[in-house]
């Protein structure tokens, strides 16, 4: 079936770095890639979200790409703060079907 | 607006024993999804509904699990009998149309199900 693998699972990056976020996803019919910050004790936020006719969007100090070709998009966090700790996760969409990542555990050191 | 919520927060139960999780999805949002991740793996998908319609629920792990959203508002989900697999954190998510056009889901806070 459909799967969408993330990498890596964890990341400790220094604060003021950047992290950077790998996901690839099997159906090539996804046209929406969202990706979602969930914070201790809460659920998944929407942080940032790219339709498949664009192949990068930026939002203040995060950012994504997408390459449809090689079925590959990341999340790109620049000046990283310990606010940005969390777990990620992207999702390819079609339809009313989303099927997410495995997440990733930000670590941001201050 | 008042979020997705989700009740309980967290619920422990031994094998055998039945759980019932409660999802309010955000006042006029149709379509209603439940999620679950296992430690450390993927959100996955369950099922999701349209109002008080099953849309779709290939994902549902066999049928010791119970959807139903009577009326079109709230969602229950029922485990009966609950197994040791069935520990996991099980997210409700709801949206007013397709992900892509409504800008992504809103996701409850989770109950955090454990079977010993």
């Known amino acids: 079936g459909e799967n969408v693998e993330q990498h890596p699972s964890t990341l400790s990056v220094q604060e003021g770095d950047s992290a950077v976020i790998k996901c690839t996803y099997s159906d090539s019919a996804s046209n929406y890639f969202p990706w979602y910050k969930q914070e201790l004790g809460k659920g998944p936020q929407l942080i940032i979200d790219?339709?498949?006719?664009?192949g990068e969007k930026k939002d203040q100090r995060i950012a994504v790409t997408l390459n449809k070709t090689a079925k590959h998009f990341s999340l790109h966090i620049t000046e990283t703060q310990p606010e940005d700790s969390a777990v990620y996760f992207c999702a390819a969409s079609r339809g009313f079907k989303t099927i997410f990542g495995a997440g990733t555990r930000l670590f941001v050191k201050a | 607006e008042a979020g997705v919520t989700q009740f309980p927060s967290h619920s422990v139960i031994e094998k055998g024993q039945t759980v019932t999780l409660r999802c309010d999805p955000i006042?006029?949002?149709?379509?209603l999804y439940w999620y679950r991740r296992v430690m450390g793996k993927e959100i996955k998908f369950l099922l999701h509904f349209v109002k008080e319609s099953k849309q779709d629920e290939s994902g549902m792990p066999n049928n010791r699990f119970l959807a139903e959203r009577t009326g079109g508002t709230y969602s229950t989900l029922k485990v009966q009998p609950a197994e040791l697999e069935d520990s996991g954190v099980y997210f409700c998510?709801?949206?007013?149309?397709?992900?892509?056009?409504?800008?992504?889901?809103?996701f409850g806070s989770g109950t955090r199900l454990t079977v010993v």
């Open positions: 790219i339709r498949s006719n664009v």
């Open positions: 006042s006029g949002h149709d379509n």
């Open positions: 998510a709801s949206s007013q149309d397709l992900a892509r056009t409504a800008g992504g889901y809103t």
